[in-house]
């Protein structure tokens, strides 16, 4: 199977979710702190990849940061993302406290 | 040539280069200079004198310089406005990490542990919160350290203890 349309995961769909309630892009940390401990802060860069590569989440990189170092990513679902989640909740993967 | 009177005199005593408005040379003004450079500590003092011949006034020649240490302080202090640059913090064990991850995974999920720590030490930094900087870069070591590579010592020390127990 090619892994561009592979369908995203359990946790991946977690994420895409809180994606969509956000509407603007949003960073890691975030997502995490919204997740409020659903997704962890040690795998939340490894969905957000994986999710990258298949096509259902696009990455905006500032062109400068506030902070030292490199600039934080911005992540944002993009009409893809939509439709697998829109076909998602319509199929009831969500589990019931999923969507609470 | 001496003559009787005792006194010097010079039989071409008309071949002399000058005319009488030479003779009109008056005493030059002198004008005591110190020059101290800002950044040195070196002051050169001197006299430069104007002199007035024939109606001409000329500069050149009258003047000399004697180099004095005016003073022997320390050096004045230097305050550039420079921005403090703020060295980006890194993981322990980056290294390693470049060297086993995939240069991918390395830039999609290490660096991205590396910001995140940058941040939140930055925006604790801005509040005066020493404590929660350091507890930022240790949370960031902690969470960026994967699993597996904790694994790695406890297999070894399995290692160890089954060679030691025989089994």
Known sequence: ?100 | MIGGDGWDHFDDEGDYNYDDAMLDLRLPPQVSVVLTPETGHLGIVGQAAIVEVGGAISTSGTSFATPKIVELLEPPEESFDLPAVEEPADLLWTPIARMIMSPTRFREEWSRHISDMNYERREHLKRGNLFGAHLAVIRAHFYSLPVAWLLIPVRFMLHLLRHWLGI
């Open chain 1, 1 to 100: 199977m090619d892994k561009g349309k592979s369908w995203p995961s359990g946790k991946e769909l977690e994420v895409l979710r809180l994606l969509e309630s956000a509407g603007a892009g949003m960073y890691g940390l975030e997502l995490v702190e919204k997740s409020k401990g659903a997704i962890g802060r040690e795998s939340i860069y490894k969905y957000l990849w994986r999710l990258e590569e298949k096509g259902y989440v696009t990455k905006k990189i500032p062109a400068t940061a506030d902070h030292p170092g490199m600039p934080r990513p911005i992540y944002r679902i993009n009409g893809l993302g939509q439709m697998a989640l829109a076909a998602a909740e319509n199929m009831g993967i969500f589990g019931a406290g999923a969507r609470s």
